[in-house]
């Protein structure tokens, strides 16, 4: 196993286009999340899955943003109409029970710039 | 409202030394907390967590310590290693079963040779 892996690692779009990142977790880990980082701030908590089920937004996850683990397995984060105030980090993550004594395991992000 | 702060940015410290990195939370329904590490183009890894009924958990060279009444934890690095080298974050959870963790701005350690 290799990880959370996310993908692209890196994306550039105009204002107001649709731009979506696809997570993996590892693979028996029933348990996935975003957070995003801005530069100079730690990760900030978007949403949380156990397996499909969504079961935690943060107010931050505004109704331009969507995220979706239709099987249990991957997952997508889609912001739509891009502002220049989502350039960040998006940071993925994912868990078994026990995120007290091991906490999540996280990838190595999807940096995105909006011009 | 920052309810975790690293007020530090950065610290610098000598290969073998102790590198104390310290943190403030003010939600007093945090039940543990956490300490991550960050490498340049990577996502954090987990390092070593505390319950809030204890105030110490040690795991090699790293210890974190908890002071519940004044709302504060310090991680110490001992002996510190270059390979130390990264940005901190110290991160609290609530209790009532919630998956969310709450992160501080993170504290940049230099470790020098």
């Known amino acids: 196993d290799t990880g959370v892996s996310q993908n692209p690692r890196h994306k550039i779009t105009k204002r107001g286009q649709n731009v979506t990142f696809r997570c993996d977790p590892i693979?028996?880990?029933?348990?996935l999340y975003w957070y995003r980082q801005t530069l100079g701030q730690g990760p900030e908590f978007l949403t949380y899955f156990q397996n499909e089920a969504q079961l935690e937004k943060s107010r931050l996850l505004s109704d331009r943003f969507s995220a979706e683990r239709p099987k249990g397995s991957f997952s997508t984060l889609e912001i739509q109409r891009t502002e220049q105030g989502d350039s960040a980090m998006y940071l993925c993550?994912?868990?078994?029970?026990?995120?007290?004594?091991?906490?999540?395991?996280f990838g190595s992000g999807t940096r995105l710039t909006v011009v | 409202d920052q309810q975790v702060k690293q007020n530090s940015p950065s610290l610098s410290v000598q290969e073998g030394r102790i590198s104390i990195l310290n943190c403030d939370y003010t939600n007093s329904m945090f039940d543990y907390f956490l300490w991550y590490k960050k490498y340049p183009a990577e996502g954090p890894t987990f390092l070593i967590s505390i319950s809030s009924i204890k105030d110490k958990n040690e795991d090699g060279r790293f210890t974190v310590f908890l002071n519940k009444s004044a709302k504060h934890l310090s991680l110490h690095i001992v002996p510190s290693q270059p390979g130390d080298s990264a940005v901190y974050f110290c991160a609290a959870i609530t209790q009532g079963g919630s998956e969310k963790l709450v992160f501080g701005k993170g504290m940049k350690l230099t470790v020098n040779p």
């Open positions: 693979s028996e880990h029933n348990r």
């Open positions: 993550a994912s868990s078994l029970e026990g995120i007290r004594d091991y906490g999540y395991t």
